[in-house]
T-cell receptor
Framework: GAGVSQTPSNKVTEKGKYVELRCDPI?????LYWYRQSLGQGPEFLIY????????DSGLPNDRFFAVRPEGSVSTLKIQRTERGDSAVYLC???????????????FGEGSRLTVL | DQQVKQNSPSLSVQEGRISILNCDYT??????FLWYKKYPAEGPTFLIS?????DKNEDGRFTVFLNKSAKHLSLHIVPSQPGDSAVYFC????????????FGTGTRLKVLA
């Protein structure tokens, strides 16, 4: 498709389980971002990839969270030992390049809503 | 510590009138600002941006004003249309050259027909 694709759109899991969320960015976009949006809040930065490497993972809340982008395209956000506080909408975004050019626009996917019971 | 603040959680405006959404920030290092619009069950979509070297940017019905001394920006929508009803997020970025944006908590705009 033309836009950023995220799967699953909804995920319900039990506390302590492992979860993977997938993001397929717009073709040709080198920069990929993960954000998290909790209820009543704005999106909160988690991690940014430029190509295959994580250029900035300063927003990951703790070591239960990890993300990869092995071939510089699709990315997976992995959450171990999920907790109820992890419940949120996880948004992925991509852009053609990172920083300093264009309008600064990120193209967001529709998000993956994670509910931890 | 909320670096980007949208103090009005909601706003209702009559169709055809002006909508003014406000945003304040605390970090003087922010040099790039954007507004995103979000409909339910969709991801945020880019609306308009402004660099700190400007104080105004206009795109059709949407104008963003930046007051650096007050650390304040606003989005004006004229005339407002029912399709503008959505949550509007203000976002800011520092001089890091990346798109690591700090978002506000959003303002829900309702345009009444």
């Amino acid at each position: 498709g033309a836009g950023v694709s995220q799967t699953p759109s909804n995920k319900v899991t039990e506390k302590g389980k492992y979860v993977e969320l997938r993001c397929d960015p717009i073709s040709g976009h080198t920069a990929l971002y993960w954000y998290r949006q909790s209820l009543g809040q704005g999106p909160e930065f988690l991690i940014y990839f430029q190509g295959t490497g994580a250029a900035d993972d300063s927003g990951l809340p703790n070591d239960r969270f990890f993300a990869v982008r092995p071939e510089g395209s699709v990315s997976t956000l992995k959450i171990q030992r999920t907790e109820r506080g992890d419940s949120a909408v996880y948004l992925c975004a991509s852009s053609l390049t990172a920083g300093g050019v264009g309008t600064g626009e990120l193209f967001f996917g529709e998000g993956s809503r994670l509910t931890v019971l | 510590d909320q670096q980007v603040k949208q103090n009005s959680p909601s706003l209702s405006v009559q169709e055809g009138r002006i909508s003014i959404l406000n945003c304040d920030y605390t970090n003087s290092m922010f040099d790039y600002f954007l507004w995103y619009k979000k409909y339910p069950a969709e991801g945020p979509t880019f609306l308009i941006s402004i660099s700190s070297i400007k104080d105004k940017n206009e795109d059709g019905r949407f104008t963003v004003f930046l007051n650096k001394s007050a650390k304040h920006l606003s989005l004006h929508i004229v005339p407002s249309q029912p399709g503008d009803s959505a949550v509007y997020f203000c976002a800011a970025s520092g001089a890091s050259g990346t798109y690591k944006y700090i978002f506000g908590t959003g303002t829900r705009l309702k345009v009444l027909a």
